[in-house]
């Protein structure tokens, strides 16, 4: 890192990462999210899109109308960013059906923590995980804070086509899916009815990077009841404020 304790990166000639460390840290990816935070709240034309990752912040600009040089004065102006308020924390509680066909890889996970498929869905279901960014597909949310008796490394034979709103497993990483098919390599151990990315909403994404989740196991016929909730724009999870 520079002596201003980020380093700017050029992503093409339209973007710049800001890389504020190189650790997976909940401390560290909640200065991405306060910076990223400043840099929307400026609304400078030009600034045209930014998106927090575990440990950057990409940010997009129009050089027409934001030049380089502008922006790097812009980031530099609005560094270090603020800590976030006190009691600002989104936590939500998401239902999952584990196992049976919505968990096809909980068996094998279990048996190969030395563990039964209930102290897996225990184990997984008894914490509350942090947001730390969305990507790979439309709403797909990576969380950190998983038990490392539930750590599992990714399948040697990825699926090209993984249940829509899966709830799985990859390396010291838990995550969940949006309501689209797609491919993975990572452990599915559930699936839950609600719907991290509606483009129909208003606010088409549920979850944001920053927020907490902790999963609710539920029955396969509350599972079926809340999808039907979910298609007709029901939210499903239910969004807690808490104390940070």
């Not at 030009?46 to 927090?52: I, K, N, Q, S």
């Amino acid at each position: 890192m520079s002596e201003a304790g980020y380093r700017l990166l050029d992503s093409g000639d339209r973007a710049l990462t800001v890389e504020l460390g190189r650790a997976v840290d909940p401390a560290l990816n909640a200065r991405v999210i306060a910076l990223d935070a400043a840099l929307r709240g400026a609304a400078r034309p030009g600034l045209l899109e930014t998106v927090p990752t575990y440990r950057s912040l990409l940010v997009l600009y129009d050089p027409d109308l934001l030049p380089r040089d502008d922006l790097v004065a812009l980031i530099a102006a609005h560094w270090p960013p603020p800590d976030g308020a006190a009691g600002a924390l989104r936590r939500w509680r998401v239902p999952v059906h584990y196992g049976d066909e919505h968990g096809a890889d909980l068996a094998d996970l279990a048996a190969g923590a030395g563990l039964s498929p209930e102290e897996v869905v225990a184990l997984h279901a008894g914490r509350d995980y942090r947001v730390y960014m969305i990507g790979f597909a439309p709403g797909f949310a990576y969380l950190g804070g998983l038990d490392p008796r539930l750590h599992a490394s990714r399948r040697t034979d990825p699926r090209p086509k993984t249940p829509a709103g899966s709830v799985s497993i990859g390396g010291n990483q838990t995550g969940v899916s949006p309501p689209l098919e797609l491919p993975s390599g990572w452990q599915l151990i559930g699936r839950t009815p609600a719907r991290s990315y509606d483009p129909a909403r208003a606010e088409p994404f549920l979850f944001a990077a920053g927020d907490l989740i902790r999963f609710e196991p539920i029955d396969r016929a509350a599972f079926d009841a809340l999808s039907e909730a979910a298609r007709a724009g029901e939210t499903v999870a239910i969004l807690e404020r808490i104390d940070a």
